[in-house]
């Protein structure tokens, strides 16, 4: 077996280099597959139902999302705002939801009270297994239509959000 050293570096360099293109292959799935528990993708394990006490908000970032309890019912509310899709922060003093970008204004069950939204904050499903509340961030319900509202409207304090100009 004649191999010279110029072979053996070579078959070197080619090794490496499929090693290196392996590595890098690999990191760019690792980068670019989506999360199985961020919003949009599957089963995300919360607190139990207890733990989230009448009139609060509660924000969940794996899911993009807020769990609220009014009325002593629980609602996952998807943070996004159904007009044009601007992160909607809850308002602790006013006790809604209130969109910074065009003035929307929601109650904590995300039903919609003024502004341009076209509907209610949209919801995922929640569900108890096990003592511990399950939001499916794969299932997104559309909001309730404008008008239709269950749940109590005022708000119970000054609003964040300055009211939009006319």
Known sequence: ???????LLEAGWT???GLLIAAAGWTSFVALKPLASAGGGGVLPLLEPDAYPEGSATFVRQGR?????TGGELHAISQKCPHLGCA???????????????????NAAGEWISG???RGMDRHPLQ????????????????APLGSRK?????????CTTEPAD
């Not at 077996?1 to 072979?7: A, E, F």
């Not at 108890?128 to 299932?139: I, K, Q």
């Open 1 to 7: 077996m004649d191999q010279t050293r110029r072979d």
């Open 15 to 17: 090794v490496g280099g």
């Open 65 to 69: 999302l807020f769990i609220t309890r």
């Open 88 to 106: 909607v922060p809850f308002c602790e003093s006013s006790g809604q939801f209130e969109c910074p970008c065009h003035g929307s204004v929601f």
């Open 116 to 118: 341009p939204s076209p």
């Open 128 to 143: 108890v297994t096990d003592g511990r509340l399950l939001v499916n961030t794969a299932v997104l319900e559309e909001g």
């Open 151 to 159: 749940f109590d409207g005022r708000a119970r304090g000054p609003r």
